[in-house]
């Protein structure tokens, strides 16, 4: 069974966040959310208390197929200032494991020199925290390697569906039909 861990900072949008969790649950993939914060209860960008299954500082969580960061503000700003957070990103990536980001993450991933080189989508308010850095493009979600981005909470779904593809290809047309999404 595929392994996906889902971190978890204060201000995170909670349909990035959720959206592609559901999604990845659909799909047969064992999720596990993290907690950035010293105890299990994160709050959403909209102020939705979500209780995470465990605390990013309570183990090395190298062990899984791939990590995904939501957006979301002041979310991709905390993210940003976890160290072990995007060393684990970095980590990752590096290893040939999925890395995924929507909305604002991508460009803390951007702003710690992780995705140098790397074609993304982002939302649109964050382009400049990017830079050079990557090649920005104007898609709801991009794939590149094993580094997946979606642009915002409008593609939640899109970008859900994309990692499931990427982890387990023969089980999207099942997850499709069940969520009644057609081609």
Same mark, same amino acid.
């Given at each position: 069974?595929?392994?996906?861990?889902?971190? &978890?900072?204060?201000?995170?949008?909670?349909?990035?966040? &959720? *959206?592609?969790?559901?999604?990845? $649950?659909?799909?047969?993939?064992?999720?596990? /959310?993290?907690?950035?914060?010293?105890? &299990?209860?994160?709050?959403?960008?909209?102020?939705?208390?979500?209780?995470?299954?465990?605390? $990013?500082?309570?183990?090395?969580? !190298?062990?899984?197929?791939?990590?995904?960061?939501?957006?979301?503000?002041?979310?991709?700003?905390?993210?940003?200032?976890?160290?072990?957070?995007?060393?684990? *990103?970095?980590?990752? &990536?590096?290893?040939?494991?999925?890395?995924?980001?929507?909305?604002? *993450?991508?460009?803390?991933?951007?702003?710690?020199?992780?995705?140098?080189? @790397?074609?993304? /989508?982002?939302?649109?308010?964050?382009?400049?925290?990017?830079?050079?850095?990557?090649?920005?493009?104007? @898609?709801?979600?991009?794939?590149?390697?094993?580094?997946?981005?979606?642009?915002? *909470?409008?593609?939640?779904?899109? $970008?859900?569906?994309?990692?499931?593809?990427?982890?387990?290809?023969? !089980?999207?047309?099942?997850?499709? @039909?069940?969520?009644?999404?057609?081609?």
């Amino acid at each position: 069974m595929k392994k996906v861990y889902v971190l &978890l900072a204060d201000g995170f949008e909670t349909i990035e966040a &959720l *959206a592609p969790t559901d999604i990845m $649950l659909r799909a047969g993939i064992k999720v596990e /959310t993290l907690s950035l914060n010293e105890g &299990l209860e994160v709050a959403s960008a909209h102020n939705i208390k979500v209780k995470a299954d465990k605390l $990013l500082s309570s183990e090395d969580f !190298k062990d899984a197929d791939g990590i995904f960061l939501p957006g979301g503000y002041p979310g991709y700003e905390n993210l940003l200032k976890s160290d072990k957070a995007m060393n684990l *990103a970095k980590y990752y &990536l590096e290893s040939g494991k999925l890395l995924g980001a929507i909305c604002g *993450a991508p460009s803390s991933l951007a702003r710690k020199g992780i995705i140098d080189g @790397k074609n993304v /989508t982002l939302h649109f308010s964050c382009y400049n925290l990017v830079g050079n850095s990557c090649t920005i493009h104007d @898609k709801p979600v991009v794939v590149d390697g094993n580094l997946i981005t979606g642009s915002g *909470a409008g593609y939640s779904i899109d $970008l859900g569906l994309a990692l499931v593809n990427y982890l387990v290809p023969e !089980k999207l047309a099942d997850v499709k @039909k069940a969520m009644t999404i057609k081609d």
